[in-house]
C-alpha cells in the first residue's frame, strides 16, 4: 500500500470527535498537572476492567512516594460496577455510547485511547494506554515510576517474554472475586513478539505520532504494533519489518504481568486487512513514513481543537 493509499484511509476514515464528545459522560474528577494518566478501556468486560484496576490500585498503593496520578476507564457501556469503583476509589470514569461512524458500530481499542485525551486534555507528563485484561502486581508500579524517573523515551513495562497467560479456571475465580495470589497461579508464557497491552509513553510525544490510529484499526487488531513503529520512527532509521519491536525504547527485563483469558484478537473478521495495512508502514521509505506521520499529526490536532 503506498503512502497516497495510506492518506486516503486516513482522510476518508477521519473522525469527527466533537460528535462524539457530546455523548460522553464523566463521573470522577481529573486532576490537572498530574504526573501520569493511565487509560485502561472497556467494552463488555466489567469485571476483566474492575479486576484490572483493583490490581492497579494496589500497586500504587505499595509506592513509598506518593505519586499524583489519574486513573481513567474508557468504557463504552454504562457499567454501575465500573462507575461505582471510579467514584469509591477517586478515579475518573468516562462513558462514550457511541462509536466513530466508519467502525460500524463496532468497538474499536485505538479509539479507546485518543478519545480520554480530547475530552480530559490530559496535562500529565506521561500516559500509560493499558489493556483490561492484564493484571499487575505490587511491584508493577515501581518499575514504570522508575522508567519515569529515568526519563526514557517510551516502554512497554514487561518483557514479552514475562506475561503470563492465566488459564480459563483461574480467571474465572479472579473474576468472581477470589483474593488470589497471582506468582502462585499456574501459567503459560507466549513467545516474544510485538509490543503490546501496557505502553508507557510521555503525552507529548504522544500527539506528535498522531495518537493511536483509529481510522486504520477497529475491533482489536495491530493498533499496539502500530503505534509502537511510529514511536520507533521518530527516533531510529529501519528499512524492513524487524523480528522484534524495541527501538530507543525498552522493555522492563525484571516485571511479570499475568494475561486474563479470554479469546484472542485474530477472531476480528477484518484483521488480515489490517495486517496488511500495518506493514505496508514498512515498506516506505523514510521520507515517507515522516510525511505519513506528519499528515496524521494534522488530522488528529484537528480533531482536538
Known amino acids: ?18 460528535s462524539l464528545i457530546k455523548s460522553t459522560r464523566i463521573a470522577g474528577e481529573y486532576t490537572d498537572n498530574a504526573v501520569l494518566d493511565i487509560v485502561v478501556p472497556n467494552y463488555h468486560r ?14 500504587l ?31 475518573v470514569y468516562l462513558c462514550c455510547a457511541e462509536f466513530p461512524t466508519i467502525h460500524d458500530n463496532e468497538f474499536s481499542r485505538a479509539f479507546s485511547f485518543n478519545l480520554p485525551y480530547n475530552y480530559l486534555k490530559l496535562s500529565s507528563k506521561w500516559i500509560m494506554c493499558h489493556d483490561s485484561d492484564l493484571l499487575v502486581d505490587d511491584q508493577f508500579m515501581l518499575n514504570i515510576l522508575e522508567s519515569m524517573e529515568e ?27 477470589h483474593n488470589l495470589t497471582l506468582s502462585s497461579l499456574e501459567v503459560s508464557y507466549p513467545q516474544a513478539g510485538a ?16 495518537g493511536y490510529d483509529p481510522e486504520l484499526f477497529w475491533g482489536y487488531g495491530p493498533e499496539d504494533s502500530m503505534f509502537w513503529v511510529k514511536l520507533e520512527h ?16 525498552l522493555y522492563s527485563e525484571n516485571t511479570t504481568v499475568y494475561h486474563l483469558s479470554h479469546p ?11 495486517k496488511v495495512i500495518h506493514d505496508s508502514f514498512f515498506r516506505l521509505t523514510h521520507e515517507d513514513r515522516t510525511e505519513l506521520l506528519k499528515f496524521k499529526k494534522n488530522l488528529y490536532d484537528n480533531g482536538y481543537v
Not at 151 to 175: A, C, F, I, M
Not at 234 to 249: E, L, Q, R, T
Open 234 to 249: 521518530m527516533f531510529s532509521h529501519f528499512d524492513s519489518i524487524p523480528k522484534c519491536h524495541v527501538g530507543n525504547a
Open 151 to 177: 526519563s526514557k523515551t517510551w516502554v512497554q513495562p514487561y518483557n514479552g517474554k514475562r506475561v503470563s497467560n492465566l488459564n480459563k479456571e483461574d480467571t474465572d475465580k479472579l473474576l468472581s472475586g
Open 1 to 18: 500500500m503506498s503512502l497516497q493509499n495510506l492518506k486516503v484511509h486516513y482522510e476518508s476514515n477521519k473522525i469527527d470527535y466533537d
Open 264 to 274: 484472542p484478537s485474530y477472531t476480528n473478521k477484518d484483521y488480515s486487512k489490517f
Open 195 to 210: 509490543p503490546g497491552g501496557s505502553i508507557l509513553v510521555p503525552t507529548d510525544l504522544f500527539k506528535q505520532v498522531g
Open 61 to 91: 498503593e505499595y509506592l513509598d512516594t506518593p505519586l499524583r496520578y489519574n486513573l481513567i476507564i474508557m468504557s463504552f457501556n454504562e457499567s454501575k460496577l465500573l462507575e461505582s469503583l471510579a467514584l469509591e476509589n477517586d478515579l
Open 46 to 59: 466489567d469485571s476483566y476492567c474492575a479486576t484490572t484496576i483493583k490490581h492497579l490500585i494496589s500497586s
